[in-house]
Every structure is written in C-alpha cells, then in structure tokens.
C-alpha cells in the first residue's frame, strides 16, 4: 500500500510517499533518503522502500527540499539542511497512530547515506541507521574523485572562481558532473527529472560536511555500512574511515561484484545482508 503524503521542514512543504505493509497494528518505520541532487522515485529509493515494505517495515521515501515535488529552491542541496528534512520526516513519521516512534530508523544512499549518518548522529530519535555507498569526509571524498593532477587543478580552480564570484555577489552554477563523476555507464541509474547542475554553495556545503565527526554518537544504537568493495563513483575507504570512527555495535560489508547503486541491482548477498540486519536490530 502506498499514500502520497506531505510534511512540513523549516516552512517549507516536503512531498514523500509513504509504503505499508499489509496488517494494521503500530510498524516500526524506515526513512529512505535519496542521493545527490535525485528524488524519491529514483529507482534505488523506490525500490527500497518496497523492500522495506516486504519485509514488513513502513517505508517513507521523500523528496529533499529543492528536490523533485518539494519545495525550495532548485537544486540547492545542502546537507546540513538536509539534515534538518530528515529530522522532519522523523517528527512527521513519530506523529503518526500507525508508526511505533520509537522504532523510527533511516537509510540512506550515496549523498543520502551521508545525510543519514550524520542525521542518526544528532537525532537520538532514529533508532537504527543503514549507510550505502556513504561518505564522512567532504574533502577526502573529492580528492579522491578528483584523483589525477589534472582532475583536481581542474576542481580546485573552481572552488577558486566560485569564491571569487561569490565575493562580487554572483551567482554561479557548477554541472553535475564537476562536482561528482560518475562514469558514463552508470548514468542510466539517475533518476529522472535528477539535477544536472547546482549552485556552488552546494558544492562548500559537501566539502565542509563530516559525518565523521558525529557517527560516534550514533552508539549504541545500531548502525550497518553498506558499499561496494570497488565503488567507481564513492571512495570505498570513506565507509572504513566510518566504521573507524563509529562505536558499536557497528558492521561494515564491502560487497565484491557491485557497484555504486547497489541496492538497485537486486542483489541477492546485499538483501539478505540487510534482512538479516534487521531482524537482529530492529524487527519488524
């Protein structure tokens, strides 16, 4: 069963899709937080969120403000405010008769994993988190997708321009694929409708954002690291440098024969890595 519902983050009106299993009765709920610049019906969100519903969670997968059918501004991404839509949902998710809000966990993908840890890290009411493909260092991530010389003068010198335009009180506007490469063959997994390019504040936003800094807190709630072992578009170290800094109970899984969306490839191992998690965790 699937109801589109709506919710309130700082003024603003947030689209999302709500997934039940079938029975009545209060569920333990799952958020489901999009990657970068993407939107709630991207496959890897859809496609998890009716995972969740299978296996009998309350799945909300919901847009990002400036995201898909949310409001603010177009493609203004910024992960501590999307930290604060995340807590929203929790609150939106918490208010409702048919959720257990102390069984309220999130997953996130990519940029979103990103946004999940950090937001499980601040929020003691989210009750387990699942990272895939995530990152805890902005600054590490792009040195590392930036790697060659020429890859990051090229990166460097638009930080620079965009600085200086800033500083003039221009706006600037930076592709997609100059913040984030991800190799041709993997672009059929955006989303429609994703962001091709984004203000430059997105841009500092992500190179300031460190989830490492708060992924201990997280304890000792539960918190699972998913990523492939081989990732062509996230560091597969910047999982590892989480788990470094997390508490437990904490996993970690690198998963051989995946890439970066993997939780859209139907993998088998992946799934019942993350069944098997929750039944531990958090069941439903």
């Known amino acids: 069963m699937e109801e589109r519902v709506a919710f309130r983050s700082d003024g603003l009106t947030l689209a999302g899709v709500l997934h039940r299993p079938a029975g009545n009765g209060r569920r333990a709920a799952f958020m489901v937080l999009h990657g970068f610049g993407s939107n709630k019906d991207s496959s890897t969100a859809t496609g998890t969120a009716k995972l969740f519903a299978a296996m009998g969670y309350a799945a909300l997968r919901f847009d ?74 902005g600054e590490k991530k792009f040195r590392k997708q930036h790697a060659s010389p020429e890859a990051w ?48 504040e997105v841009v500092e936003s992500m190179l300031a954002f460190k989830a490492n800094d708060v992924v201990g807190r997280i304890a000792p709630r539960p918190l699972l690291l998913l990523h492939p072992a081989d990732d062509s578009v996230t560091p597969t170290e910047q999982s590892i440098e989480l788990f470094l800094h997390a508490g437990q109970p ?20 992946v799934i019942d890595l993350v069944r098997n998690w929750l039944s531990l965790h958090i069941p439903a």
């Not at 904490?250 to 191992?269: I, K, M, R, S, W």
Request: negative net charge; contains cysteine; charged residues 25%.
């Open 64 to 137: 990002m403000r400036g995201c898909g059918e949310s409001e603010g501004e177009r493609g203004r991404v910024i992960c501590l405010e999307q930290v604060e839509d995340a807590k929203s949902a929790v609150s939106y998710l918490a208010s409702r008769p048919d959720i257990d809000a102390k069984r309220i966990g999130v997953l996130g993908h990519s940029f979103g994993a990103a946004v999940a840890v950090y937001a499980a890290g601040v929020d003691s009411r989210i009750a387990a988190c699942v990272s895939s493909g995530g990152w805890g260092d």
């Open 250 to 269: 904490t996993d970690l899984h690198l998963v051989a024969g995946v890439d970066h969306f993997l939780l859209a490839e139907d993998n088998p191992l």
């Open 153 to 200: 003068a090229r990166f460097s010198a638009m930080i620079e321009e965009g600085r200086r335009r800033r500083a003039r009180g221009e706006p600037m506007m930076v592709p997609r694929f100059d913040i984030v490469p991800i190799p041709p063959h993997l672009r059929g997994n955006l989303s429609r409708d994703s962001h091709l390019e984004f203000p430059f």
